[in-house]
């Protein structure tokens, strides 16, 4: 699961990636709202934790902006500020949650992880699309329709995640990049062609129905294939 944190104070920041890290979750970090808005406005996180007081924009108007431009990537709201307006401003621009600084890091973990089921639409902690069903922590593969399952790598499991999560949508080479990889890491494109050939034969070998379908000069399509 991938997570922005847009925070500019530099130990905090520090803090709140290594603990996040430490859980198994994929960050990114950014330090202003501009930042934060155009990391957000990519598609490509499942949760993002803002903080209020940041430099260029605040996160009332980074969540608020967000939010007009369609983006629906559940938002943790940090702040100091924990007067009543303040939380009623927070959860109006667009906010899904509101933590005060400080805090204690098991409550920031437990609001986290309810984001997190709220982000991808889970049936008894599965994901499913067609025959398919897909459980992320055995990182298991089902097919309803043959009855064949397959463990899948860190890799797949993300792009299957993604893909699942965003059904009916055409994901570009460099969404996946970014969604599987990070902004700052310097994967070539033809690394997301090689996983998305491993994942493809993973589907093959469950047997199902569901197929990832490329679409020529825009990326990829998780679909039924036609009958």
């Known amino acids: 699961m991938r997570v922005l944190l847009a925070e500019d104070e530099k130990r905090m920041a520090a803090a709140l990636v290594a603990l996040l890290k430490q ?11 501009e930042a934060a808005l155009v990391a957000l406005e990519s598609g490509v996180y499942d949760i993002a934790v803002l903080d209020v007081m940041m430099p260029e924009m ?11 431009s369609g983006v629906k990537t559940p938002i943790l709201m940090l702040t100091a500020k ?5 939380k009623v401003e927070g959860l109006d621009s667009g906010a899904d949650d509101y933590l005060t600084k400080p805090f204690q890091t098991k ?47 860190e890799k797949e499991l993300r792009i299957l995640e993604y893909m699942f999560s965003n059904q009916g949508q055409i994901m570009t080479r460099e969404q996946l990049a970014v969604k599987i990889w990070g902004f700052e ?43």
């Open 58 to 68: 605040n996160g009332f108007d980074v969540a608020r902006n967000a939010r007009h």
């Open 185 to 227: 890491n310097e994967a070539e494109y033809n690394n997301v062609e090689v996983y998305m050939s491993f994942t493809r034969k993973k589907l093959a070998f469950v047997g199902s129905s569901v197929e990832i379908k490329a679409v020529r000069g825009l990326g990829y399509e998780l679909r039924e294939k036609d009958v």
């Open 107 to 153: 409550e920031l973990l437990a609001r986290i992880r309810a984001l997190g089921r709220r982000s991808a639409s889970f049936q008894d902690g599965s994901l499913r699309y067609g025959d398919l069903s897909l459980d992320p922590s055995t990182a298991t593969l089902t097919c309803a329709s043959t009855g064949q399952n397959v463990r899948l790598s």
């Open 82 to 86: 924990s007067q009543l307006d303040d």
């Open 23 to 33: 859980e198994k979750y994929d960050v990114d970090h950014v330090s202003d709202g």
